[in-house]
């Protein structure tokens, strides 16, 4: 079975995208073996390369298609889980996490695509496993002015400090 996977082009900068490239960099949160989404050996990824497809066959729009909705996506990972157990949810994420970690992902696909490895799911080198390290939650200022959190820093801070850090997380 054929299953597609996003190129870089801007075409394909859509949260379906976006999510499937974040999953395949992100590990799976319902196992903890699993370090991003991986195709199934009975699935042949591609990738949905419009542009490269028009220059092979022409333009072929013209004929209709059988598939009007679209290219069939990598959904399941060898896993056994989903794109969404990836940590690639927006509903979940938020669309400033969403959009962080869409970010890095997509540049993750970039130095894949300069290694020429954007369709082997095992690569990985120095840069694209500290990448990776990005992809986990990142920490708000909302988590910092938390009661437990603001205990912490008062019990630290100089006596002069504890005036301003009140200013800042009071209200």
């Not at 370090?35 to 990824?45: I, N």
């Amino acid at each position: 079975m054929k299953l597609s996977y996003p190129c870089l082009s801007e075409a394909n900068h859509n949260d379906l995208a976006l999510a499937l490239r974040i999953a395949r960099h992100s590990s799976c949160a319902t196992c903890d073996s699993c370090p991003g989404l991986r195709p199934p050996a009975s699935v042949e990824v591609v990738l949905d390369d419009d542009v490269h497809q028009k220059s092979l066959l022409g333009d072929l729009t013209q004929y209709g298609s059988d598939e009007e909705d679209g290219p069939a996506y990598l959904e399941t990972c060898i896993c056994g889980h989903n794109v969404a157990d990836h940590g690639s949810q927006l509903a979940a994420l938020g669309r400033e996490e969403f959009s962080r970690r869409a970010r890095l992902a997509t540049r993750l696909d970039e130095l894949l695509q300069e290694a020429d490895r954007q369709l082997d799911f095992n690569y990985a080198d120095e840069d694209i496993d500290s990448l990776r390290q990005q992809m986990k939650m990142s920490v708000s200022m909302v988590s910092i002015a938390s009661p437990s959190i603001r205990t912490s820093f008062t019990s630290v801070l100089p006596a002069t400090s504890l005036s301003c850090f009140r200013t800042i997380f009071s209200g």
